[in-house]
């Protein structure tokens, strides 16, 4: 079984601070997508990334896949208050049986 | 497009009872998937269909769980007898994209309670 691991669990900063959340894993997954999810609602694709090392940026968000595949991070500068919501990384298995495994998620609060 | 249409936003039932969620994929996806998500263990991964036939069910708890999608654009997960475990948001999501580029698209989810 796949496992990813998100830290951390819960994150709550002010207004205009930076922030980085992790998605760790052993395993290899030939691709890693990032969504957010609000209240109430299901989540959100923010990026999917698919070549070890790739970086990809979203304004103010920056999203990095580690070289090995096995893990990756997100990024945010000056947070805004509607950044606020859980974070899921989610690992793709590829091939035939494609499905996707995700964490447990970061929850975080951007306090104005 | 609508997006993922999700029905009930809510249930509530008493244990014992039959329970239907309903879910219409984005027009066009070939793959549409079921997830639960608790706080305990976040989202897990129920079943899954392409071009309507179910792939992977390992996902399933039990045999009180059971998905059907009769035709492209309807599906539901039935649980029957309800019990209080059981109580979680469900989530449908549907993709068009085989293999690692796809992102998928979530319906807003049914929150159920077992009482």
């Known amino acids: 079984t796949q496992l990813l691991e998100q830290s951390p669990q819960f994150l709550s900063i002010q207004e205009g601070e930076n922030l980085t959340v992790y998605c760790n894993s052993s395993s290899v997954f030939s691709s890693l997508q990032w969504y957010r999810q609000e209240p109430g609602e299901g989540p959100v694709l923010l990026v999917t990334v698919v070549t070890g090392g790739e970086v990809k940026k979203l304004k103010r968000l920056t999203f990095q896949f580690g070289d090995a595949r096995k893990d990756s991070s997100l990024h945010i500068t000056a947070a805004q208050p509607g950044d606020t919501g859980l974070y899921l990384c989610?690992?793709?298995?590829?091939?035939?049986?494609?499905?996707?495994?995700f964490g447990k998620g970061t929850l975080l609060t951007v306090n104005p | 497009d609508a997006g993922v249409i999700q029905s009930p936003r809510h249930e509530v039932t008493e244990m014992g009872q039959e329970v239907t969620l309903r879910c219409k994929p984005i027009?066009?996806?070939?793959?549409l998937f079921w997830y639960r998500q608790t706080m305990m263990r976040g989202l897990e991964l129920l079943i899954y269909f392409n071009n309507n036939v179910p792939i992977d069910d390992s996902g399933m708890p039990e045999d009180r769980f059971s998905a059907k999608m009769p035709n492209a654009s309807f599906s539901t997960l039935k649980i029957q007898p309800s019990e209080p475990r059981d109580s979680a948001v469900y989530f449908c999501a549907s993709n068009f994209a085989l293999g690692r580029v796809g992102g998928y698209t979530f319906g807003s989810g049914t929150r159920l309670t077992v009482v």
């Open positions: 027009s066009g996806h070939d793959y």
């Open positions: 989610a690992g793709g298995s590829g091939g035939s049986n494609y499905k996707l495994t």
